[in-house]
Nanobody, 122 residues
């Protein structure tokens, strides 16, 4: 089974940018949906964006629209999340998830990475 592995988190000032990457261990993301979720301290894990690897269709949460871009890199077999105009409220652990179902809930994805911390300073 494909297992996602995240990278690219870090500390960035408000208004800055970060690029997260999700790599597939052992297999490819073909025929899967790959999503990014985030979880801030004391809050529930929430959907950020997703991409259907084969159809290359994307979905975004309202707060991500216009600031975040999800994309795939076929050569590197990764899914990237470019985050621009970051705000302190974007501070969270960002998780990559893989699944075969439609939907934006945690239950629609059955393989999860360990997460990468994103901290936006004010």
């Amino acid at each position: 089974q494909v297992q996602p592995v995240e990278s690219g988190g870090g500390l960035v000032p408000a208004g800055g940018s970060l690029r997260l990457a999700c790599a597939a261990s052992e297999r490819t993301f073909a025929n899967y949906r790959v999503a990014w979720f985030r979880q801030a301290p004391g809050k529930e894990r929430t959907f950020v964006a997703s991409i259907n690897w084969s159809r290359v269709t994307t979905e975004y949460a309202d707060f991500a629209t216009g600031r975040f871009t999800i994309s795939r890199d076929v050569a590197k077999n990764t899914v990237n999340l470019q985050m621009n105009l970051l705000k302190p409220e974007d501070t969270a652990v960002y998780y990559c998830a893989v699944g075969e179902m439609a939907g934006r809930t945690e239950y629609d994805f059955d393989r999860w990475g360990q997460g990468t911390q994103v901290t936006v300073s004010s």
